[in-house]
């Protein structure tokens, strides 16, 4: 997959292990973790740009390399491709239209400055001044949204194993009967330099990506496919996975001071807080956070002791309890800890972790993601998933000699990279040979993102999705969260609700729903059977309006 947030594998971030810490005293990064091999993409063939005046002293092949290097995509618009399709959902029968293309954003003098690709379902036979009409988008930053669109909320699904394991290939693609059509019209949105969505240039770029760029670029999108598609009054939701739930509760916060407000807002594997996610030598609370976590995953993979292991429920609450009092109290007394205060600690730890007590002596009470997917199956010469820690794996480099690799991205990214292009170009008729960059084409695209509010501590928009909900009181948020993600663990996304600072009034607009499934809940064919009965009942919430 790539990255999501800054370490490898975006899928929606999907977070990153170590994503580049900004403050406002310093700007230095945190070091990377290896970034995740990627499939030889065709470059899309430049446009013909005029010769720059010659320069002196300029040698002749200089200066045609540097022509060659210019990347002038077209962003020239062009209609849709429409069709129509039928498939059978809860045994009845989904009439409905797709519509693929891409959407200009433009200057304020209408000038094109880049195109984003989307595809649109919308149910047959239906009023759409009255239809709910759903904004769908994964994250990274730098992930296309071939995820949800190919594997949850889309019509058609990429077929997995049961659990949402690797199949053999070829790849295929089946109706998906937990498909959200039949309660929402659904638009999937890539973000610039994924998927087939592009700026004209890639200085262009820079104006979107990085945190607001990205906000505003979504904004306008909405602004206009409502515009073009007569879809102002419709009930509008948002549904964002990973870096898509930032995404999502940005664009809540631009668009309510611009006439947009949405029903329901979904916050699938959640990353609004980042002070939650990205531990540094300054702050302790992720290590914190992951605990129940690692709970969880200890306990798929029998590393946890019996009297934990008999009952899964008691032992994820005992972690939560443990973690948030005396493990918390532990890691804020540091150095001050007695040798025996230190050593209960460790032993606890071990308990909960299905870690040995010398690494986590050795890391100093302080286990981070790449640290516990590389010990806690040391001895089977295993690395577990980040995403999903169900997934295991072999270190591609050596069990000693691998930075960081998640076995999860190596599993799913090449079904859906394989079904999606086969069905964008055949099914729903979209024919082009640009590349579709499930990941951006770009090495250098984690570092220049610009991370926005991260100059004062760390990037945040959990204070953009409180302002929506205290200027829109109706409006409702679904929290989904996944027990083995390590990526955007859940007791981080509950400790985000948790600290709004809103009242008792504002909480019962909240929704959670928890699963035994990673970071992509909807792997596994059971938590996308859940997720759509949970999603749809949370709909059903929010039109009530109550």
């Known amino acids: 997959m790539k990255r999501f947030l800054a370490v490898p594998l975006g899928l929606f971030l999907c977070l990153l292990p170590s994503m580049a810490q900004h403050n406002s005293d310093s700007h230095n990064k945190a070091d ?28 002749a092949k200089e200066k045609d390399d540097d022509k060659d290097k210019e990347e002038h995509f077209d962003v020239s618009e062009v209609p849709p491709v429409v069709t129509h399709h039928q498939i059978t959902a809860n045994g009845a029968a989904l009439k409905y239209t797709a519509t693929a293309g891409r959407l200009p954003l433009k200057r304020a003098d209408g000038k094109i400055e880049a195109e984003m690709f989307f595809v649109a379902y919308t149910l047959d ?8 009409l759903t904004f769908a988008f994964n994250g990274g ?51 610039i330099s994924t998927g087939f969505s592009r700026a004209m240039n890639a200085e262009t770029s820079k104006k979107f990506l990085g945190v607001n760029g990205d906000i505003k670029a979504f904004s306008e999108f909405i602004r206009l ?22 995404r999502a509760a940005g664009i809540a916060g631009y668009l309510a001071d611009r006439g947009v407000s949405f029903n329901g807002i979904t916050l699938l594997s959640m990353a609004l807080t980042f002070q939650t996610l990205e531990n540094s030598k300054s702050n302790d609370e992720p290590y914190v956070l992951l605990i129940p976590s690692f709970t969880m995953i200890a306990g798929y993979h029998h590393k946890l002791p019996a009297d934990l292991a008999v009952d899964m429920t008691k032992a994820r609450q005992m972690s939560e309890q443990w973690a948030s009092t005396d493990y918390a109290q532990a890691l804020a ?5 007695t040798a025996e205060e230190r050593a209960k600690v460790v032993s606890d730890m071990a308990r909960f972790t299905g870690l040995s007590k010398d690494v986590i002596d050795q890391a ?39 930075p960081f690799h998640d076995p999860t991205s190596t599993a799913i990214v090449p079904p859906y990279t394989s079904v999606f292009n086969h069905y964008v170009r055949t099914e ?13 084409d770009d090495e250098n695209f984690e570092k220049n993102w610009d991370w926005g509010s991260a100059a004062n501590g760390y990037p945040d928009t959990a204070t953009a999705l409180r302002q929506a909900l205290v200027k829109d009181p109706y409006l409702k948020v679904q929290i989904l969260e996944g027990y083995y993600d390590l990526a955007t663990p859940y007791f981080a996304a509950n400790y985000t609700m948790d ?35 949970d999603t749809g009942g949370f709909m059903e919430k929010a039109l009530a309006g109550d």
């Not at 990627?38 to 005046?53: C, L, M, N, V, Y």
């Not at 729903?428 to 951006?440: C, E, I, R, S």
């Open 125 to 132: 036979g239906q009023e759409a001044a009255k239809r709910p």
């Open 225 to 246: 496919y409502l515009t073009r598609n007569d879809r102002w009054t419709s009930p509008l939701f948002l549904f964002g996975e990973s870096y898509g739930t930032t």
């Open 428 to 440: 729903l008729g979209y024919k082009t040979d640009m590349a579709y960059n499930v990941f951006p």
């Open 499 to 533: 600290h709004l600072d809103l009242g008792a009034q504002f909480r019962k607009n909240f929704s959670f729903a928890s699963y035994e499934a990673g970071h992509m809940v909807y792997l596994p064919v059971d938590g996308l059977k859940k997720m759509k009965a």
């Open 364 to 402: 100093n009470l302080r286990i981070d993601v790449p640290k516990f997917t590389h010990y806690l199956l040391l001895d089977q010469k295993l690395r577990v998933g980040r995403l999903d820690g169900r997934f295991t794996g072999i270190d591609p480099d050596g069990l000693l000699d691998t």
């Open 32 to 59: 990377k973790e290896q970034k995740a091999e990627k499939e030889d993409k065709r470059a899309e063939k430049p446009a013909e740009t005029p010769e720059a005046p010659e320069q002196k002293n300029q040698p």
């Open 141 to 191: 930053p730098g992930s296309a949204t071939i995820w949800l669109h190919m594997g949850a909320l889309g019509p058609r699904r990429v077929v997995l194993k049961p659990d949402g394991f690797m199949p053999p290939a070829p790849y295929r693609v089946e109706d998906n009967p937990y498909t959200l059509l039949d309660k929402s019209d659904l638009v999937f949105v890539d973000a």
């Open 333 to 337: 007394k540091g150095d001050a800890l």
